[in-house]
């Protein structure tokens, strides 16, 4: 019987290359952003607060911001945020994900170049340094400041001010930092973020991530989130009574100016009070509570979460203390400037001034005793303004006294200018019967351009045509009606700054009744109200990208009718062309005062009394 014969396999031995090869074949890990982050994430030294492994126990508000990246639903995710409280790690955890598990060409855009090289050189690089999962794709070789090269894909870095830049290569992953600080679209160029935009559409797996701290209402950050199809904002449960709680800014108090203690002593003892039981919050049960919070929608459109918003303040910050946001408040509240910064980056809300709002129930407030129809007995001088629409005409008459005193005796609504010559040629008179007439009529001729000025021409006695403007120098200013063939031809046309008036509306409604207040009759219905407040005044950034205060509609284009704050506003400008501003100077010399009759000297007594003594 023949022996078998034995085989013996020969070792093979696999070479590092051929590691290398079956490790690029490897499927990816099963594993989310914030897990990922965890494992594979080293904060350095130069660059973070808290420097060594990642770890999402210390902003637990951002995992999910984070994993909307795993989400194959959501495309886009916006983060509106305050100063520090980690948005651009975010980026970078959603960055260093995608080159070591899910790589496609990425483009980073910051407000300006040299913020990317900035961040480039003291964020990024020191990342990919750290993190063994980055640095094993990473070509050092082929790689710029802006241009990072890896074996899998390839990162851009750009300045939002560099609008070629933009333009140029297909992207998977874009990430928009600091948005509300990029310039404006040119007349040559759309703004940065569509520019950006248009790169990922050749990709149908896209990922975009916003974030920045808001600006204005207008800005990019703020506009996003209101177009967002889901906002969400972090609720934690409250260590006292358990109830999820929002964390507000007017829940935050301390002791009031009676303690007598300065701003400083006053905000190292502020705490939170728990809206739903009324319990003391300290900053070390926030934190610990921060760890069982959970985003909650607060607005749904009721559409797939296609692009998702998150918003948090710096009360969740776990690196800000309590006591350090009420003393930045109490150091910043009465400095436009100062509060105007407080505003956005420690409340990460748009800035409005608060100064000049108003509301309908102010106006009420300014009710006096005097009836409609009926001027009041300090009246001096009486005007009107009238605002032209396209299918009908709103006008308000006002009275005038001394040093800006007015009140607003009768307004409506008039589907002619016929109606409106009859009501401005009415007789209105003062409880004691003293007549008055309307001394000047401003009449809008934005709309119905000729028949306001053949209107005006018609009536010149008392009506003159005006037009907005935006003038630096003054108010109001004279014009000229320079429409050839017109019957207004060489009549003066009022050119307006209803901004400027508005101010003046708005600061006087304020005053309560009395010596320059501005005021309205006894049942002033609400309708007027809600027109005349209709506006505030919020900041906006112009095209050159300078940022100015300006009145707008509360509710945006489709917000409340504004049409009597415009008749005011023509109101007032009347009575500056017919010098109401001078009318303390025109009261009526006093009368001399008649000589009290001399008493008789004795002398001239005695005579009298003995008229017949010759």
């Given at each position: 019987?023949?022996?078998?014969?034995?085989?013996?396999?020969?070792?093979?031995?696999?070479?590092?290359?051929?590691?290398?090869?079956?490790?690029?074949?490897?499927?990816?890990?099963?594993?989310?952003?914030?897990?990922?982050?965890?494992?594979?994430?080293?904060?350095?030294?130069?660059?973070?607060?808290?420097?060594?492994?990642?770890?999402?126990?210390?902003?637990?508000?951002?995992?999910?911001?984070?994993?909307?990246?795993?989400?194959?639903?959501?495309?886009?995710?916006?983060?509106?945020?305050?100063?520090?409280?980690?948005?651009?790690?975010?980026?970078?955890?959603?960055?260093?994900?995608?080159?070591?598990?899910?790589?496609?060409?990425?483009?980073?855009?910051?407000?300006?170049?040299?913020?990317?090289?900035?961040?480039?050189?003291?964020?990024?690089?020191?990342?990919?340094?750290?993190?063994?999962?980055?640095?094993?794709?990473?070509?050092?070789?082929?790689?710029?400041?802006?241009?990072?090269?890896?074996?899998?894909?390839?990162?851009?870095?750009?300045?939002?001010?560099?609008?070629?830049?933009?333009?140029?290569?297909?992207?998977?992953?874009?990430?928009?930092?600091?948005?509300?600080?990029?310039?404006?679209?040119?007349?040559?160029?759309?703004?940065?973020?569509?520019?950006?935009?248009?790169?990922?559409?050749?990709?149908?797996?896209?990922?975009?991530?916003?974030?920045?701290?808001?600006?204005?209402?207008?800005?990019?950050?703020?506009?996003a989130k209101e177009s967002a199809d889901i906002e969400k904002h972090y609720y934690i449960p409250c260590p006292h009574c358990g109830a999820y709680i929002e964390l507000n800014f007017q829940n935050l108090k301390w002791p009031g100016d009676e303690a007598?203690?300065?701003?400083?002593?006053?905000?190292?003892?502020?705490?939170?009070?728990?809206?739903?039981?009324?319990?003391?919050?300290?900053?070390?049960?926030?934190?610990?509570?921060?760890?069982?919070?959970?985003?909650?929608?607060?607005?749904?459109?009721?559409?797939?979460?296609?692009?998702?918003?998150?918003?948090?303040?710096?009360?969740?910050?776990?690196?800000?203390?309590?006591?350090?946001?009420?003393?930045?408040?109490?150091?910043?509240?009465?400095?436009?400037?100062?509060?105007?910064?407080?505003?956005?980056?420690?409340?990460?809300?748009?800035?409005?001034?608060?100064?000049?709002?108003?509301n309908a129930e102010l106006v009420l407030e300014r009710q006096t005793d005097t009836p409609e129809n009926i001027l009041p007995p300090w009246t001096k001088l009486v005007t009107a303004g009238v605002d032209v629409q396209e299918n009908c005409l709103y006008w308000t008459i006002r009275a005038w006294g001394d040093f800006l005193t007015s009140q607003n005796i009768a307004h409506g609504q008039a589907f002619g200018f016929g109606e409106i010559e009859q009501v401005m040629n009415l007789e209105y008179r003062k409880e004691d019967g003293t007549p008055f007439m309307v001394d000047l009529c401003l009449i809008d001729s934005g709309d119905q351009t000729d028949e306001v000025y053949d209107f005006c021409a018609l009536n010149s006695e008392w009506a003159l045509p005006c037009k907005g403007t935006s003038s630096q120098l003054s108010h109001y200013r004279l014009s000229t009606v320079n429409k050839t063939g017109s019957r207004a031809y060489g009549m003066n046309l009022v050119l307006v700054d209803g901004g400027r008036y508005k101010d003046m509306i708005a600061g006087r409604l304020r005053k309560p009744n009395g010596k320059g207040s501005w005021m309205v009759y006894q049942g002033c219905d609400e309708e007027y109200a809600k027109q005349v407040t209709a506006e505030h005044k919020v900041a906006q950034k112009n095209s050159k990208g300078q940022v100015s205060l300006v009145w707008v509609p509360k509710g945006g284009n489709d917000g409340a009718d504004n049409h009597y704050l415009d008749c005011e506003v023509y109101c007032m400008a009347a009575a500056d062309v017919k010098g109401v501003r001078q009318l303390f100077l025109r009261d009526d010399p006093p009368k001399p005062a008649t000589p009290p009759a001399q008493a008789p000297a004795p002398e001239e007594s005695w005579i009298r009394a003995n008229d017949d003594w010759v």
């Open positions: 019987m023949k022996k078998r014969r034995k085989f013996t396999q020969r070792p093979y031995t696999v070479t590092a290359y051929q590691k290398a090869a079956l490790g690029y074949l490897a499927p990816p890990e099963d594993i989310t952003v914030s897990e990922w982050a965890e494992a594979h994430r080293v904060l350095d030294v130069r660059s973070a607060a808290m420097p060594g492994r990642w770890r999402n126990s210390i902003t637990p508000y951002l995992v999910e911001i984070m994993d909307t990246l795993n989400d194959f639903e959501t495309e886009e995710t916006i983060f509106v945020k305050p100063a520090q409280v980690g948005g651009t790690e975010a980026l970078l955890n959603r960055l260093g994900y995608a080159i070591a598990q899910d790589p496609g060409p990425a483009l980073i855009v910051y407000p300006t170049d040299e913020l990317g090289d900035s961040i480039s050189d003291n964020r990024i690089a020191p990342m990919i340094e750290s993190s063994p999962a980055i640095a094993s794709h990473y070509n050092e070789r082929e790689s710029s400041k802006r241009e990072l090269q890896f074996d899998n894909m390839y990162v851009s870095i750009s300045g939002a001010n560099s609008p070629a830049s933009l333009a140029s290569k297909p992207i998977r992953y874009l990430f928009l930092d600091e948005v509300d600080k990029y310039p404006p679209a040119t007349r040559k160029e759309a703004d940065p973020i569509s520019l950006a935009r248009e790169r990922t559409k050749t990709f149908v797996n896209r990922k975009v991530y916003m974030c920045s701290t808001p600006t204005l209402r207008t800005g990019h950050i703020w506009k007598g203690l300065d701003a400083a002593d006053r905000a190292e003892l502020a705490v939170y009070v728990c809206q739903e039981c009324g319990c003391t919050i300290s900053d070390a049960e926030k934190n610990r509570a921060l760890a069982l919070g959970e985003w909650r929608a607060v607005r749904n459109k009721g559409r797939a979460a296609r692009r998702v918003a998150y918003w948090i303040n710096t009360l969740y910050s776990p690196f800000v203390r309590f006591s350090e946001i009420a003393k930045e408040f109490l150091t910043s509240k009465d400095d436009p400037d100062l509060l105007h910064n407080f505003t956005n980056s420690w409340l990460a809300e748009p800035w409005e001034d608060t100064k000049l709002k108003t």
